[in-house]
C-alpha cells in the first residue's frame, strides 16, 4: 500500500525564493496536516484540513506561508518569499475518522 | 547549523533489555493516545495507540499503559533490539475534529 507521498524530498533554494512542497495523501483519508520539524522548536503543527477545507490554521508562522488543498488526493504548501529561518523538514500527514495519523517521509527543505 | 535545541530526554538501554517510556499529557479531556518512532531521516512511524476506556494494550513486543488519574502515558518495549533505536513521541487528542497534540518526544539508545 502506499503511505503519505511528498515531494520534493530534498530542496535548497536561495532566500526570496518560491518554494512549494507537495503532499498525496493515504487514499480514503480526509484529514490532511502539515507539520514543521526542526531541532529548536521540535515538531510543530501548521495547519490541517478535514474534507478538504483548512480548519485550523494558527500554526501557520506569518503570511509568507499558505497551503491548499484542492481536492482529496492533493495538498501544497507553499512559501514566498522564503527565509533561512523557513529552513526545516516539513511533513504531511493523513488520517481517516480512526484518528491515526501516518506521516510521510518529509521534504527537507534548506533556504541560503 | 543549530548549536542548540530541544534537549530531548534520553533513555540508554542495554540490548535484550526492556525499555520503558513515559509520558505526561496535559488535557484531562484527551481520549485518544498514541505513540510514535522517529528514526533518523525518516518521518513519525505509528507504533501503537489506545482510547481512554481501557489502561493496557499489547502489540508486538510493545505494551502502552495509561493512567487516566495522574495523566500519564507510558510505552514499554520487550527485549529491546538496536533497530528499537530512534526518538519515541507520545501524542494526545480530544474528542471531535481536534489534532494531536504531540510530545516532545524521547531518544532511546540501545547499547549493543
Known amino acids: 500500500d502506499a503511505g503519505v507521498i511528498q515531494s520534493p524530498r530534498h530542496e535548497v533554494t536561495e532566500m526570496g525564493q518560491e518554494v512549494t512542497l507537495r503532499c498525496k495523501p493515504i487514499?480514503?483519508?480526509?484529514?490532511l496536516f502539515w507539520y514543521r520539524q526542526t531541532m529548536m522548536r521540535g515538531l510543530e503543527l501548521l495547519i490541517y484540513f478535514n474534507n478538504n477545507v483548512p480548519i485550523d490554521d494558527s500554526g501557520m508562522p506569518e503570511d509568507r506561508f499558505s497551503a491548499k488543498m484542492p481536492n482529496a488526493s492533493f495538498s501544497t504548501l507553499k512559501i514566498q518569499p522564503s527565509e533561512p529561518r523557513d529552513s526545516a523538514v516539513y511533513f504531511c500527514?493523513?488520517?481517516?475518522?480512526?484518528?491515526?495519523?501516518?506521516f510521510g517521509p518529509g521534504t527537507r527543505l534548506t533556504v541560503l | 547549523g543549530e548549536s542548540v535545541g530541544l534537549h530531548l530526554p534520553t533513555l540508554s538501554v542495554q540490548e535484550g533489555d526492556n525499555s520503558i517510556i513515559n509520558c505526561a499529557y496535559s488535557?484531562?479531556?484527551?481520549?485518544?493516545f498514541i505513540w510514535y518512532k522517529q528514526e533518523s531521516g525518516k518521518g513519525p512511524q505509528f507504533i501503537i495507540d489506545i482510547r481512554s476506556n481501557m489502561d493496557k494494550r499489547q502489540g508486538q513486543r510493545v505494551t502502552v499503559l495509561l493512567n487516566k488519574t495522574v495523566k500519564h502515558l507510558s510505552l514499554q518495549i520487550a527485549a529491546t533490539q538496536p533497530g528499537d533505536s530512534a526518538v519515541y513521541f507520545c501524542a494526545e487528542k480530544g474528542s471531535g475534529n481536534t489534532p494531536l497534540v504531540f510530545g516532545k518526544g524521547t531518544r532511546l539508545s540501545v547499547i549493543a
Open positions: 488535557n484531562s479531556a484527551s481520549d485518544y
Open positions: 500527514a493523513s488520517s481517516s475518522v480512526t484518528d491515526t495519523q501516518y
Open positions: 487514499s480514503g483519508h480526509n484529514s
